[in-house]
């Protein structure tokens, strides 16, 4: 079964410093996300993609996170600098352009601790 | 805005109990539901979902059916196994200018004891 690729799984880094993380969504699927998860929380969107348009990034702190998807498949999303509070997991999903109902696929997700 | 109101956990119950955790919205539009599924170091994996009002959604024993008059969406299970010890999350979803995101509540989390 197609599966949402994200990496590392596991991520520490020092305030400060800057981190990225990778997915690889499901083969054919335009739309992408990506949502960040506190500890104790449910997810809250950060960015949505339409092939390799940004649709929605109205609550993507843009001072520190951007995010792209240059060819409309892959996308990274970057931190920079890393703050104690942006520790939580970042989850990345897509679905398909054919129904608008279709299902939303997550991705295992990306721990973050900073420390 | 959109939001979702969910009960707050945590939810303990022996093997073979019976499972209500209550979810309720607010949409401005007419939104899909979705009950998720997160087993601990996971992501989240769609359990079951209705797309219309009087719709129910099942899978694995779960059900939840879409009450547009009273704006709930509540998930049931007849008997639970240890093995569905997770944390639920109840999620809208409303599309918008040809998009669609999901809107999540905060999430219950179940232990199932043996």
């Known amino acids: 079964e197609a599966e949402v690729a994200q990496s590392p799984r596991y991520k520490i880094t020092e305030k400060s410093q800057a981190v990225a993380f990778w997915c690889d969504p499901i083969s054919g699927h335009a739309t992408l996300y990506w949502y960040r998860q506190i500890l104790g929380q449910g997810p809250e969107l950060l960015v949505q993609?339409?092939?390799?348009?940004?649709?929605?990034d109205s609550q993507l702190p843009k001072d520190r996170f951007s995010a792209e998807r240059l060819k409309g498949v892959d996308s990274t999303l970057k931190i920079q600098p890393a703050e104690l509070g942006d520790s939580a997991m970042y989850l990345c999903?897509?679905?398909?352009?054919?129904?608008?109902?279709?299902?939303?696929?997550f991705g295992e997700g990306s721990w973050l601790t900073v420390v | 805005g959109d939001s979702v109101t969910q009960m707050e956990g945590p939810v303990t119950l022996s093997e073979e109990a019976f499972l209500t955790i209550n979810c309720t919205y607010t949409?401005?539009?007419?939104?899909?539901l979705f009950w998720y599924v997160q087993y601990p170091g996971e992501g989240l994996q769609l359990l079951l979902k209705a797309t219309k009002a009087d719709d129910k959604g099942s899978n694995k024993g779960f059900e939840a059916t879409y009450r547009k008059e009273t704006t709930s969406f509540h998930l049931e299970k007849g008997s639970v196994q240890v093995s569905d010890s997770a944390v639920y999350f109840c999620?809208?979803?409303?599309?918008?200018?040809?998009?669609?995101?999901?809107?999540f509540g905060k999430g219950t989390k179940l232990t199932v004891n043996p």
């Open positions: 949409a401005t539009g007419y939104p899909s």
């Open positions: 999903a897509s679905r398909s352009r054919d129904r608008l109902w279709d299902t939303i696929y």
């Open positions: 999620a809208l979803s409303i599309a918008q200018g040809g998009s669609e995101k999901l809107v």
């Open positions: 993609f339409q092939d390799e348009s940004v649709v929605d």
